[in-house]
């Protein structure tokens, strides 16, 4: 992702160069060019964005789930299990725009309703049921995840937390949710 970053920054830096001196058919490339480079700078720098920040905190009260912009806190009391993907022996659908290395996005399951993908793979992740959503994480310490999640089940909270959803918002998503876009 970080080569593919760089690569659209360049696209956009060569054609906007070239763009300036062009005429004809070379001025249409080299538009195409930049305008391709700008497409991909927000989508890649999205994607390591959440790469370089997910982060899956757990402590007695609640779960913290980052992925770049998109951040979820969950009361302890409101994980109602949880459960490795070997262990559901259910076919998943993952989300449409499923990129390699990333599966990010909210899909509907027959069996689960809906599950929320923040993850990095599917195959090596670990599903949160809540009774609202379930999430789907991938921690680089998957053991260590699980006996965290399963210690702090099990001692139970001390405090209060309140759930919070903060869903990051972006012009090419604000765009794909209206009618003419």
């Known amino acids: 992702y970080g080569v593919a970053f760089l690569l659209s920054l360049a696209a956009v830096v060569i054609g906007i160069l070239f763009l300036l001196d062009a005429t004809g058919l070379e001025f249409v490339g080299f538009l195409t060019l930049t305008l391709a480079g700008l497409v991909g700078v927000p989508l890649l720098g999205n994607a390591l964005l959440g790469l370089f920040r997910a982060q899956y905190t757990v402590n ?16 302890m009391n409101q994980v109602e299990w949880i459960r490795t993907f070997d262990s559901l022996g259910l076919e998943m659908h993952v989300p449409r725009f499923y990129q390699f290395g990333i599966v990010r996005g909210l899909t509907n399951q027959r069996e689960l309703g809906p599950v929320e993908f923040l993850s990095d793979t599917v195959e090596q992740s670990i ?5 609202t959503c379930v999430y789907v994480v991938s921690p680089t310490d998957m053991e260590g995840f699980l006996t965290q999640m399963r210690d702090a089940m099990e001692a139970g909270s001390l405090d209060e ?17 209206q009618p003419i876009g």
């Open 127 to 131: 599903f949160i049921a809540t009774n």
């Open 161 to 177: 937390t309140e759930a919070l959803s903060v869903v990051e918002e972006t012009v090419l998503k604000g765009i794909w949710q």
């Open 60 to 75: 007695r009260d609640s779960l913290l789930l980052h992925w770049g912009g998109r951040v979820e806190r969950i009361p």
